[in-house]
């Protein structure tokens, strides 16, 4: 079993950056690709970004590209989001979630879940 912890989040302005991170407990953590997810007030919680066991592989969603960066540090059991140009539209509470079926888009395909971390972007 996977435990996640989220922190890193807060309230930034436009323009800014943020970088979250994802504590993870057990030892199979190296096992399981990490992704990102958000969810804004309202709305459906929808995929960020996704890091395969090894790091090797990511996928961004498209508006994320080019602004966001996954990574993962296996020796402390961390996945990291670094956000950057951080816009209103990006306010939302950010989780993490570990698939051992590897990088997915699809939140079924995660098996364990963080509490969220809330990320708000003032204009």
């Known amino acids: 079993q996977v435990q996640l912890v989220e922190s890193g989040g807060g309230l930034v302005q436009a323009g800014g950056s943020l970088r979250l991170s994802c504590a993870a407990s057990?030892?199979?953590?190296?096992?399981?690709?990490i992704g990102w997810f958000r969810q804004a007030p309202g709305k459906e919680r929808e995929f960020v970004a996704t890091?395969?066991?090894?790091?090797?592989?990511?996928y961004y969603a498209d508006s994320m590209k080019g602004r966001f960066t996954i990574s993962r540090d296996n020796s402390k059991n961390t996945v990291y989001l670094q956000m950057n140009s951080l816009k209103p539209e990006d306010t939302a509470v950010y989780y993490c979630?570990?698939?051992?079926?590897?990088?997915?888009?699809?939140?079924?395909?995660?098996?364990?879940w963080g509490q969220g971390t809330q990320v708000t972007v003032s204009s």
């Open positions: 890091i395969s066991w090894t790091g090797s592989i990511t």
């Open positions: 979630a570990a698939n051992r079926g590897g990088t997915s888009y699809q939140r079924p395909a995660y098996d364990y």
């Open positions: 057990g030892r199979t953590f190296r096992s399981y690709a």
